[in-house]
């Protein structure tokens, strides 16, 4: 073994087969990609996984199938009764015998690792009662001398963790109860934490892997919230506009919901990608829009004002025009010519609405409409929205990587319904500035989002 | 690996494989009707002509069988010929030829059933006139003994269509000095195309078919196996699992128990050999004790797994002669999910009955 590699930690993950061993390398690299399942013997070969970050190799795990003979290999071993000195290389003499390859192919492959130095990491399951067919595999794991760690791992109960501490720790430096499925950060890192008091001269690697750890799971978290708050923006926001002078039809509507789906889906594949959850089993239903109300109409008037903003410069210049020729007379006709001269302007504004568009003035058009399909308006829109990929993201953070279980996405969740009412009122007033097309606090919103993620029960 | 084409077997043939024979068809047709278009004062080149429809095809017959039985012996040792039935003796290289060369000899045969349709029709309804002629062959004679050899395989029942040296003599053609008396014989050529065209073309097509289906039907399930991609797994051929209920075990039933605890024991009245829990020397000295030929039942914690070495004991039982074996679990802590998925593809890789 080089130096680069025994600086970090490498073990072998060893034990009886279906004890979970294939779930805890997945849950500790961070890979949803590890073949697991509920028939034993899944794991038939060593498989090397290396947990990277930066382009560095912080740690490596070595899945290994279970043992299979174990009480038949321990006889072999101890056939020539060697001293506690010549165990390990009675070890490889065994490994090394080539009819072994096939008698014993299993011991042969969660053997080698160990010989050629990785440290061991034994799984047993703390919801099975200790029985002695578990200790021809200690023995056989005592017997290669390297530094050893025992997980228990309860995969339905914690009934029998301490029988199994009680016998574990004859064997094993350390014994540490972990479940890969709910295991969370924090969890990993206090497993991590044993590594170092197993190996010494993995201390360092150990508080760099540590340090890295959370500088990722703070960029993740980052870069969560901008992506979150850039997708909904742009959900809240989407519009389209056909073809001047097309009216608009059904399949355009369709093709419009069908794009907000899909602009849902590409988050979804970022924050998966983010996260390392590339293999998911998510069942998503789509996004519901009601397209009975996609469908907005644009005036524009005097080359290119809103009629909100007509309405404003008419009132604002009659009561100018009112203002001055009312000056002109006496300061109490100056008010009055105000008065009138705001009104007069409103009124002028909205007949010109109604006439503008439309018409032109010899060739140039005074005023015109324009037909869009959405934004979508309806109220609940921004909270569903929001709610869905909430939802997932909550989901993606806290789910262990172990998991196969399959994620569910409903076309509404309930998740809206628990926020309290004033964030709901401040997510509305964004979505309507938006609308508007006028800009909101970016930085808010993120600080919204990260709150909500916080408040959530961790429900997936 | 080699995937094989499902497109080949003619017994699904797709639309794709109809239009394309149909098209053979077509082309043998327009093959036939340019082959034999000749100007009035001009003569269909009999020798170009039979060469095309009978020389060439036969020729390429026999490559074609060369070809078959000179593949290496190596490209037959493919990782799944051991699926294949021993009698077939092909690989599934060599079945992947098979097929797609059947495909082609349909092909042909359209192709001369084509040329034939336009020469039964251009020898009703128009006159052919045939001559032969060759810058190397001059002498009527040779040719006629070539020809003789040709046509030995329907000499006996068609001798009209065996050529005469008359024949042979009066219309040898030459292209730069015809020379054309009123009564010459040149459509008597039709018999022996025809003939050459069946017995050269169309005969050894139909006859490889005919070989072609037999080998390739002969291999269903070789021939129904797609890897899917090329780092598919080839899942294990498992024995249908087969049950037998607890009242049916036989009063003579030798009971083992494997790795059970003294809990999930107190279940059994029966005795029986505990097996698991000592050291391997002793579950093997203790199996000597049990009776050749009786039922092996072995009882197992649902809770448990399956390890090799309970298979390696099984072995080592039907070794001493105790063929028939069952097995059972037993399930102490029903709120646990039960291994049972596990036990039964144990007892489907080892052949065992499973106990209900």
């Known amino acids: 073994m080089s130096a680069l590699e025994s600086a970090i930690p490498h073990l072998a993950v060893v034990g009886h087969p279906n004890k979970g061993k294939s779930s805890v390398v997945s849950c500790l690299i961070e890979d949803d990609s590890v073949l697991t399942s509920p028939l034993s013997g899944t794991t038939q070969a060593a498989m090397t996984y290396d947990f990277q970050q930066q382009q560095r190799c912080l740690f490596r795990l070595i899945d290994t199938p279970g043992f299979q003979r174990a009480r038949r290999v321990l006889a072999w071993l101890q056939q020539s009764q060697p001293n506690a000195a010549q165990r390990p290389q009675r070890l490889a003499e065994f490994v090394a015998l080539a009819a072994h390859q096939q008698q014993f192919p299993d011991e042969v492959a969660l053997l080698t690792p160990l010989l050629a130095g990785a440290a061991i990491l034994y799984v047993v399951d703390g919801s099975l009662p200790y029985g002695p067919e578990y200790e021809a595999e200690m023995e056989i794991l005592r017997w290669t001398g390297v530094p050893r760690m025992a997980l228990i791992n309860p995969i339905h109960n914690s009934n029998f963790v301490d029988a199994w501490r009680a016998a574990l720790g004859q064997y094993f430096q350390t014994v540490q109860v972990f479940n890969p499925l709910t295991a969370d950060l924090s969890q990993r890192l206090q497993l991590f934490e044993c590594f170092a008091r197993l190996e010494p001269q993995w201390s360092s690697s150990v508080q760099r892997l540590h340090r890295l750890l959370l500088a990722e799971f703070e960029r993740q978290w980052q870069q969560s919230l901008e992506l979150v708050a850039a997708y909904w923006q742009k959900q809240v926001r989407f519009q389209k506009t056909p073809l001047l002078g097309s009216a608009i039809q059904q399949h355009q509507l369709q093709q419009f919901a069908e794009q907000l789906d899909q602009h849902e889906r590409e988050l979804i594949e970022q924050l998966k990608q983010l996260w390392h959850h590339a293999h998911l089993p998510l069942e998503r239903e789509a996004l519901q829009i009601d397209q009975t109300n996609l469908m907005q109409q644009h005036n524009w008037y005097l080359w290119g004002l809103s009629e909100r903003d007509l309405y404003l410069l008419a009132g604002l210049s009659g009561a100018l025009v009112g203002a001055a020729a009312g000056g002109l007379a006496a300061g109490v006709s100056a008010v009055a010519g105000l008065v009138v001269g705001g009104v007069a302007g409103g009124l002028g504004a909205w007949f010109a609405s109604h006439k503008l568009p439309g018409s032109h003035w010899g060739w140039l058009p005074l005023g015109g409409s324009r037909q869009h399909i959405g934004p979508v308006v309806h109220p609940n829109f921004p909270l569903v929205v929001m709610a869905r990929v909430l939802t997932l993201l909550q989901a993606l953070i806290h789910r262990a990587h172990a998991r196969r279980d399959q994620v569910q996405l409903v076309a509404e969740p309930l998740l809206a319904s628990h926020w309290p009412r004033p964030a709901q009122l401040s997510l509305s007033r964004w979505a309507q500035r938006i609308q508007s097309n006028k800009g909101i606090n970016e930085t808010e919103l993120m600080d919204w989002i990260r709150e909500r993620l916080m408040q959530q029960p961790k429900s997936m | ?356």
């Open chain 2, 1 to 356: 690996m080699v995937v094989l084409d499902r497109e080949l077997d003619l017994q699904h043939q797709s639309l794709w494989s109809s239009l394309i024979l149909l098209a053979a068809f077509v082309l043998g047709l327009f093959t036939g009707a340019g082959s034999l278009a000749y100007q009035p004062q001009g003569r269909i080149n009999l020798l170009l002509v039979w060469g095309l429809w009978a020389g060439l095809p036969a020729l390429l017959w026999l490559v074609g069988w060369i070809f078959w039985f000179w593949q290496p012996r190596s490209a037959r040792q493919l990782p799944a010929s051991d699926l294949l039935p021993l009698w077939s003796g092909l690989g599934l290289q060599q079945l992947s030829f098979a097929r797609f060369w059947l495909w082609w000899q349909w092909f042909w045969l359209m192709f001369a059933a084509g040329l034939l349709a336009v020469f039964g029709w251009l020898l009703v309804f128009s006159d052919l006139a045939f001559a032969w002629s060759s810058t190397l062959i001059q002498d009527a004679g040779l040719l006629q003994r070539v020809l003789a050899v040709i046509a030995l395989p329907w000499s006996a029942w068609w001798p009209q269509a065996v050529p005469s040296l008359s024949l042979i003599e009066l219309t040898q053609y030459n292209r730069i000095q015809p020379e054309v008396s009123q009564v010459m014989p040149f459509g008597q050529w039709w018999s022996f195309l025809l003939a050459s065209t069946l017995c050269y073309n169309l005969g050894p097509r139909l006859i490889n078919v005919l070989i072609l289906l037999w080998i390739t039907r002969k291999s269903p399930a070789a021939a129904q196996w797609t890897p899917t991609s090329p780092t598919a797994v080839i899942a294990e051929v498992l024995a249908p699992l087969q049950t037998l209920n607890r009242q049916q075990l036989p009063d003579n039933a030798q009971f083992l128990f494997w790795q059970l605890t003294n809990l999930e024991r107190a279940h059994f009245a029966e005795l029986g050999l505990v097996l698991g829990w000592h050291s391997y020397q002793h579950d093997e000295q203790a199996l000597a004790q049990l009776v050749p030929g009786d039922l092996c039942c072995w009882w197992v914690s649902a809770l448990h797994t399956p390890t090799a070495e309970l298979s390696d004991l099984i072995q080592q039982a039907r070794l001493a002669g105790i063929d028939k074996h069952v097995l059972g679990c037993v399930v102490s802590q029903p709120e646990l999910p039960s291994q049972a998925v596990s036990w039964q593809h144990f007892c489907q890789q080892q052949s065992l009955a499973w106990l209900t």
